[in-house]
C-alpha cells in the first residue's frame, strides 16, 4: 500500500476515525487498533512475510526482558547476542546470501576452483533493514541500561511496527517513540494541521518532482551508451533530485501520518543538498539512519578516541556497512567508499564539526565561500550517485567515463527532453521554496503563515493541483528495496 495510492487514501481516513471517535477513551484500544492497523498495512505487501516481523518482534520483545532480569553481565551478554545474531542472519539470508554465493564463486573461480553455489530465488521482505534496526537499537539499549524492559506486548510491538515507518523509516528509537506509545494521547488541532501541510509538502516532492525525474534519469541510465556526456550529466542531476525527494518525501508524509495521531517521529531530513562540506550533509541526510550507526557503531568502535587513525579507521567500516546497508551490490559498497574518502580530510584535520549551523541563517542569501562550498558539496554528492544508481560497478565507470568526452560540451537530447523542460523549471521553483524554508522543520512549515487565509489556502489548492497535473502511474519508493 504506497502513500500516493487510492488505498491510503482510504486507509488512513478510516483507521482516524476509528483512533480519535471510537477508542479515543481508552489508550489500551488504540494501541490495539494501531497494531492491528499496522499489520494490515504490512500484509498488503506481502502476508507471506507477516511471520518474519511478527518473529523478530517476539524475538526482542523476549531477549529485552532476559537482558534485563539477568543476574550477571555474561548472561546479559548471551541474550544480547541471540537477538544480534538472529536478526542480522535472516537479514543475510534475504538481504545478502546471492551477493556473498556469487562473491564467493567469482573468487573460487580466480583460484581456479569452478563452483557454483545456486542463489535464493526469494523477495526482499519490505522493510526488513528498518523494522531488524528497531528492534537492535531496543535490545543495545536494554543491555546498555538505557532503557527498562517494555512488558506489555501490544506496546512494544506497536514501537516496531508502527505503520507510518514500518517499511522506510524514519528508524526509531525506543527512548523516542516508546514513551509516547505509553502515554494519553489527545487530538491536537494544530498538530494534526501541521501534520496534514508535512503529507501534501511529502506528496508534491514525491508525485511532481522525484517520480518525473524517475522517468528521465531512467531513460538516461538504462541507454547510457546512446547519450552524450552531457545528457548524462542531466540524467545524474535527475536522479540527485529523484532520490531526494522520493526519501524525503517519504518521510515528510510518514512524519505528517504521525502527528494525526498525536505521534512525533525523529526527523530525517534537513535540506542535506544545501551543505557546506561532506561532514554536514552526513549530519542532514537519512539522519536516523546516520545517528543509529553513529550510536550503535562508531562510538562502540571507540569513536574519536585514540588518535587520528582510530576515527579513519572507524570511519571507513561506518560507511562501508552504510553502503552495505542499502544493498547487496558492489556498487553502494564503492559508493559508501567513495563518501568515506569525500569526509576523511575534515576527520583528519578535525574539521568535520565546522559547519553545525544552518546556512545563512537569517538572511536571504549565502555569502560567496558558502555558495562555493555548497555548489562543491553538490557536485561530489552527484558524482557519488552515479555509482548508487548504476546496475553495476562497470557500467558506473563507464557513464563517468562518457561524461569525460568530447560530448560534455554538446547540447544534452534524449527522448522527452521538452516535458523534462517543465520538471526542471518546477525543480529550481522547488529549491527556492526549500532555500526559503530552510529554518523550518521541513519547506512549507511556516510558509504562508502570516498571510491571509485566502491567500495561504489559494497555495495549498495550488499544489494540490500541481500535484493532480503531474501524477503519472504510481512509482513505488526507493527505500522499499532497501
Not at 481508552?26 to 506481502?46: M, P, V
Not at 573468487?107 to 522493510?127: A, D, I
Not at 516532492?205 to 522525484?210: C, G, P
Request: hydrophobic letters at 50%; a positive charge; aromatic letters at 20%.
Amino acid at each position: 500500500m504506497l502513500f500516493n495510492s487510492l488505498n491510503f487514501a482510504i486507509f488512513l481516513p478510516i483507521v482516524l476515525i476509528l483512533y480519535w471517535f471510537v477508542t479515543k477513551k481508552s489508550l489500551r484500544l488504540q494501541n490495539i487498533l494501531l497494531l492491528i492497523s499496522s499489520y494490515f498495512f504490512y500484509a498488503c505487501w506481502d502476508w507471506r512475510f507477516m511471520f518474519l516481523l511478527i518473529f523478530s518482534t517476539t524475538l526482542d520483545y523476549f531477549t529485552g526482558i532476559k537482558i534485563y532480569e539477568a543476574p550477571d553481565k555474561a548472561r546479559k551478554l548471551f541474550w544480547l547476542w541471540i537477538s544480534i545474531g538472529v536478526n542480522l542472519g535472516f537479514l543475510g539470508v534475504f538481504k545478502y546470501y546471492n551477493f556473498f554465493a556469487s562473491a564467493l564463486s567469482d573468487g573460487l573461480s580466480l583460484l581456479g576452483f569452478k563452483t557454483h553455489l545456486s542463489s535464493l530465488q526469494v523477495l526482499l521482505p519490505v522493510g526488513i533493514s528498518f523494522y531488524t534496526f528497531h528492534g537492535l537499537s531496543y535490545v543495545i539499549d536494554l543491555y546498555n541500561k538505557r532503557i527498562q524492559p517494555e512488558r506489555n506486548f501490544v506496546d512494544y510491538s506497536v514501537f516496531v511496527s508502527f505503520f507510518p515507518l514500518l517499511v522506510a523509516g524514519p528508524i526509531e528509537r525506543a527512548t523516542h517513540l516508546l514513551p509516547q506509545i505509553l502515554k494519553k494521547r489527545d487530538f491536537d488541532y494544530p498538530k494534526a494541521v501541521d501534520g496534514m501541510r508535512q503529507i501534501l509538502w511529502g506528496l508534491f516532492k514525491k508525485i511532481v518532482i522525484a517520480d518525473n525525474c524517475a522517468e528521465f534519469a531512467n531513460t538516461i541510465f538504462n541507454n547510457s551508451d546512446d547519450y552524450s556526456g552531457s545528457t548524462l550529466v542531466l540524467g545524474a542531476l535527475f536522479f540527485t533530485f529523484q532520490i531526494y525527494c522520493d526519501f524525503s518525501g517519504y518521510s515528510d508524509i510518514a512524519i505528517g501520518t504521525a502527528r494525526l495521531f498525536g505521534i512525533d517521529l525523529l526527523r530525517n531530513f534537513a535540506f542535506p543538498y544545501f551543505s557546506r562540506d561532506i561532514a554536514e550533509f552526513w549530519r542532514r541526510w537519512h539522519i536516523s539512519l546516520s545517528s543509529w550507526f553513529k550510536d550503535y557503531l562508531y562510538i562502540p568502535l571507540g569513536g574519536s578516541k585514540g588518535g587520528v587513525w582510530v576515527k579513519v579507521r572507524n570511519t571507513l567500516i561506518v560507511f562501508l556497512v552504510s553502503g552495505f546497508w542499502h544493498g547487496a551490490n558492489w556498487t553502494f559498497i564503492v559508493w559508501g567508499l567513495l563518501n568515506a574518502l569525500y569526509i576523511m580530510p575534515s576527520i583528519i584535520s578535525n574539521t568535520n564539526r565546522n559547519n553545525l549551523d544552518i546556512v545563512a541563517r537569517g538572511k536571504y542569501l549565502p555569502t560567496v565561500r558558502e555558495f562555493v562550498s555548497i555548489g562543491i558539496t553538490f557536485c561530489l554528492t552527484v558524482f557519488a550517485w552515479i555509482f548508487f544508481r548504476a546496475v553495476n560497478v562497470t557500467h558506473a565507470f563507464s557513464y563517468i567515463s562518457k561524461i569525460f568526452s568530447s560530448t560534455l560540451l554538446t547540447v544534452p537530447h534524449f527522448p522527452g527532453i521538452g516535458k523534462s523542460v517543465q520538471i526542471i523549471c518546477l525543480t529550481i521553483v522547488f529549491i527556492i521554496v526549500e532555500w526559503l524554508g530552510r529554518e523550518q522543520q521541513y519547506a512549507i512549515a511556516d510558509l504562508g503563515s502570516k498571510w491571509p487565509r485566502p491567500l495561504r489556502w489559494t497555495m495549498y489548492y495550488a499544489i494540490i493541483i500541481i500535484i493532480s497535473q503531474f501524477a503519472g502511474e504510481e512509482q513505488q519508493f526507493i527505500y522499499f528495496q532497501f
